[in-house]
């Protein structure tokens, strides 16, 4: 496993890294002072080197309060939103989950560190073959699955899910998904404009289905027969 720069960092605040330190900071200003409450995900943001999943140049930012470039156009989304929507889906261990656009692996970390099983779809190769770099490289692959592909119409093959998270905003409610959520299953997915979505909580209950918005945000869009591209 990559250690980078470990050995030559100064403990700060009883952290063994200067990573650490960064890390713990973000957990407490970021997360616990914006009502991010539940304790798995704070604990599994408190754990996972964020730092392994941001590119080498970006590393000092890899804590700081904002999305960061990853390539290709994309961003790896700033850490309270990760938080956010993975606390919507309010994961206690058992589940299977979908995410739809890998980016660079981190999310799909937490979302292992929260769930049973977690595939999540790419459709940018370069990207798909990042996620899986970082995920091993951080040791964070052992129940997370990379697939490259159009996940906009969700992944019909290991559905339903238990838990679905998208990354990218959607035009509109992707029904699609929707139909791959198991019968008590939660969806958080950004719908909206181009420039700006809201952050869906979706909740089915048997054939009841509540919604409401959990935030305004701005995501890259959505690709895909689901996303933009089939406007
Ligand atoms: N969750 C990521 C951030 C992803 S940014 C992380 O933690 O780093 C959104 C990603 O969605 C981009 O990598 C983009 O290429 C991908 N994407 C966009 N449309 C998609 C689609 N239809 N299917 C799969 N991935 C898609």
Known sequence: MRQPGRGKEQPVNGASTAMEALRWHMVEKQLKARGIADPRVLEA????????????????????????????????????????????????????????????????????????????????????????????????????RVVCGDGSLGYPETAPYDAISVAAGAPATPDQLLAQLAGDG????????????????????????????????RFVPLRGGGGWNAR
């Open 45 to 144: 943001m408190s754990r996972i080197p964020r730092e392994e999943f941001v590119p080498e140049r970006f590393r000092r930012e890899a804590y700081a309060d904002e999305p960061i470039s990853i390539g290709h156009g994309q961003t790896i989304s700033q850490p309270y939103i990760t938080a956010l929507m993975a606390q919507t889906l309010e994961l206690k261990g058992h589940e299977k989950v979908l995410e739809v656009g890998a980016g660079s692996g981190y999310h799909a970390a937490v979302l292992g560190a929260l769930a049973a099983e977690v595939i999540t779809l790419e459709i940018i190769p370069e990207l798909a073959e990042l996620a899986r770099r970082n995920l091993a490289g951080a040791g964070y692959d052992r129940n997370v």
């Open 186 to 217: 939660r969806m958080v997915v950004p719908v909206g404009s181009y420039d700006e979505q809201k952050l869906m909580v979706f909740v089915k209950a048997g054939d009841a289905l509540t919604s409401r918005v959990a935030t305004y945000c």
